[in-house]
């Protein structure tokens, strides 16, 4: 196994980092700008109508913009819109190559097995909440909002949609297709790693994006060895999972509610851990085989448009820490 990057390799991983990031930039303005431009125009619209009644004008935005935010119809048009960079940045080969490449079949085992491991790492992130949440608290600040954002349900069917299936296709179209896509060549473990990094951090959600880096690992493994479509659909279950269990109300009983819910996810939890403790020696052959050159991670994900994404994304995550 080579064990440092070539000066070659080196310029080719910049000239394709700084590529690709300019393209996942342009796809994270677009989720964001999309809303905005919406947002504004219809602001003007009010402000022109009623622009006698200075208190009507700004009551009617604010319902607008609150309207609009459980709205998933803008959040479709943005991830539309968004996905137009992405097919420029891979072209005719988002089609030929992306979204069409097979390896192994998969099988009902497996699929479980996957399933299974996906869902583990909501305890993980039932934890962190906990913890970041009590840290914060301590010095007089919460991250209460984010944590809504990220487990509340949708308020609305366009917005169920979105998230339950609109949102999981696009995102796997792009981040397990164009994103892994484009980096293959220098190795699964390196494509794997890279993408799920980035799709992490696309959350801008201090707690979501961890969350999303672990099951970006799980959905980037089954995308390189059986293929999307596998991904796709583990997404679309796992997104459709926690959208019903949010619409669960327990008998308006919040003990209940913790301990069903955080019950089911130890368990979830405890038997990734025996499923992939009974296929350690399997893991670690997999690890050996592909594991990237030593430090092209950290080499990709410090170049300038990388940075800038990740720049970004962290304001907008840290944007959403609010004072007590």
């Keep these: 196994m080579q064990e440092e990057l070539a000066l070659e390799q080196k310029k080719e991983i910049k000239k394709d980092m700084n590529s690709l990031g300019k393209a996942i930039m342009l796809y994270t303005v677009s989720l964001f700008g999309v809303f905005i431009v919406i947002s504004i125009g219809v602001s003007i ?164 994006s961890i969350f999303a880096i672990i099951i970006g690992l799980v959905l980037g493994y089954v995308r390189t060895e059986y293929s999307i479509k596998w991904a796709i659909l583990l997404h679309t279950i796992n997104n459709l999972i926690s959208e019903v269990m949010s619409y669960m109300s327990y008998g308006g009983n919040d003990f209940l509610e913790t301990l069903i819910s955080g019950g089911l996810s130890a368990f979830i939890f405890a038997l990734s851990l025996l499923i992939l403790n009974s296929k350690k020696e399997e893991l670690k052959n997999y690890i050996k085989i592909n594991k990237p050159v030593k430090k092209s991670c950290s080499y990709a994900l410090t170049r300038f448009w990388i940075l800038a994404f990740i720049l970004l994304n962290t304001l907008i995550a840290i944007g959403g820490i609010e004072k007590i």
């Design 45 to 208: 619209s009010i402000a022109m109508k009623y622009s006698n009644n200075e208190k009507l004008v700004e009551k009617m935005t604010e319902e607008v913009v609150n309207n609009l935010a459980n709205n998933g119809w803008s959040y479709i048009l943005s991830v539309v819109v968004g996905l137009i960079f992405i097919y420029i940045y891979r072209k005719n080969k988002l089609f030929t190559e992306d979204l069409t490449e097979t390896n192994k079949k998969m099988d009902l085992k497996t699929f479980i097995t996957m399933f299974v491991i996906l869902m583990a790492p909501q305890f993980i992130a039932v934890i962190l909440q906990v913890l970041l949440e009590s840290g914060l608290n301590s010095i007089g600040f919460s991250i209460m909002g984010q944590i809504e954002e990220a487990t509340s349900g949708s308020q609305t069917f366009s917005m169920f949609l979105y998230v339950a299936f609109v949102g999981p296709i696009i995102e796997e179209v792009v981040f397990r297709g164009a994103v892994l896509g484009s980096l293959k060549k220098y190795g699964k473990g390196f494509a794997i790693i890279i993408s799920a990094v980035l799709f992490g951090i696309m959350h801008a959600n201090l707690i979501q």
